[in-house]
């Protein structure tokens, strides 16, 4: 069995896994990026798995991912503490400007996720995230294939400086490189700094 590095008892780093063993990766363990607009911890990776990649998430305050579809790729979000609104589904019109006005042709339309919600995405469907609160929210994400969200995140993160606006062409680029068609913009509006 492979741990994630830390205490004695999961002292071996967290790589591929021997044949026949599995992975436990206690809490707090992983690799985690940070950036003022997401912290992402890796819990499982490409190395470990050839059908996801899975990740623990803190959403803070006023960051919202901006609506966006996959080609290819599935994801799976479960809302661990704190609130988001989200959206999963195709609307009746895409409006350029924001998606949380958006409605489906069925009546569906954004809600509020807490503690426990689980919110599938299967390729094709539009789907959105963001923090309302003044308090951040956590969630585990799961991604497949891996691993572009993995490579993803890295790049994102070195984009996203806490030192001024976010670049919104290179994170346009580097969405276009991994499966992701933005179809509204990402935006951090920390507190006491504006809209992003």
Known sequence: MTHAAGNPATAHPL?????????????????????AAQHVTFKVTGEQSRFSSSFEVLVPPGFD?????????????YVLEGELDVLAFEPRVR??????????PKGERVVRA??????????????????PTDVPAR???QSSPPPDHERYFEE???????????????????RRRYDIEQLTPLRHDQPGRGRQ
């Open 15 to 35: 790589t591929a896994m021997a044949p026949g063993s599995g992975l436990i990766v206690p809490p707090g363990e992983g690799r985690t990026l940070r950036a």
């Open 156 to 174: 994102l993160l070195e984009i996203l400086s806490p030192d001024g606006p976010a670049d919104h062409d290179a994170i346009a680029a580097l």
């Open 95 to 104: 409006t350029a400007d924001g998606w949380r006005g958006w409605r489906s």
């Open 65 to 77: 991912v901006g609506a966006h579809v996959h080609a290819r790729s599935e994801e799976l979000f």
């Open 139 to 141: 969630m585990f994400f």
């Open 114 to 131: 807490t503690p426990g919600t689980v919110i599938l995405v299967p390729p094709g469907c539009p789907h959105a995230f963001a923090n």
